[in-house]
């Protein structure tokens, strides 16, 4: 398995641009999740998803959107990029929601907004 | 919602001594605390969590404590090596919940 992966790993944009940024799990696991990492933040939830079809906000879900067509896949959205959405982006996956199962975090995606 | 905080923010100590890392939590309705360990480059992996019907849970040479009145729990790690040096974060949810919220961090560096 080659368990959560994100793409790109790392992204430049300019103030206004809109991107996609991808996440994958081959677990079969139902619950995802979009977290940003900032320094001295820690992380905070985006996004997230108790199955295909359905979705909810996080802490701070202002300027990002997503979608869960599939189980495997959960795109997160920029719509406009701006300079304070420059982070580090995770994607997290577990079987269950809440703490029922282990959380498993994606590498990550440094995105730079100019 | 939750408000989780960690301390302290780095920490150095001497390989084979211990390390104590302390968070506290606000909502009493939290029942879930894991404990996540990132290596620079990498996301967070699991290396610990403990749930609200115990007090305390063991893994070789970390332990985390619970303290359910007082809304907080801790992480100790024994016997320190090098390979422990990453960032440390605790996290609060509820059992059945969707939400989990992170402390900030705690840099944890040990010499060799």
């Known amino acids: 398995n080659a368990g959560v992966t994100q793409t790109p790993k790392f992204q430049v944009l300019k103030t206004g641009q809109s991107m996609t940024l991808q996440c994958a799990q081959d677990?079969?696991?139902?619950?995802m999740s979009w977290y940003r990492q900032d320094p001295g933040m820690g992380l905070r939830l985006i996004h997230y998803s108790v199955g295909a079809g359905i979705t909810d906000q996080g802490e701070v879900p202002n300027g990002y959107n997503v979608s869960r067509s599939t189980t495997e896949d959960f795109p997160l959205r920029l719509l406009s990029a701006a300079p304070s959405q420059t982070s580090v982006y995770f994607c997290?996956?577990?079987?269950?929601?809440?703490?029922?199962?282990?959380?498993?975090f994606g590498p990550g995606t440094r995105l730079l907004v100019l | 919602g939750e408000n989780v905080e960690q301390h302290p923010s780095t920490l150095s100590v001497q390989e084979g001594d211990s390390a104590v890392i302390k968070c506290t939590y606000s909502?009493?309705?939290?029942?879930?605390f894991p404990w996540y360990k990132q290596e620079l480059g990498k996301g967070p992996q699991l290396i610990i969590d403990i749930r609200s019907n115990v007090g305390e849970k063991k893994d070789q040479r970390i332990a985390v404590t619970l303290n359910k009145t007082a809304k907080h729990f801790s992480l100790h790690i024994t016997e320190t090596q090098p390979e422990d040096s990453a960032v440390y974060f605790c996290?609060?949810?509820?059992?059945?919940?969707?939400?989990?919220?992170f402390g900030t961090g705690t840099s944890l560096t040990v010499i060799p």
């Open positions: 909502d009493s309705a939290s029942n879930y």
């Open positions: 677990m079969n696991h139902e619950y």
């Open positions: 996290a609060a949810s509820m059992i059945t919940g969707n939400q989990f919220y």
């Open positions: 997290a996956s577990s079987s269950a929601s809440g703490g029922e199962e282990t959380q498993y």
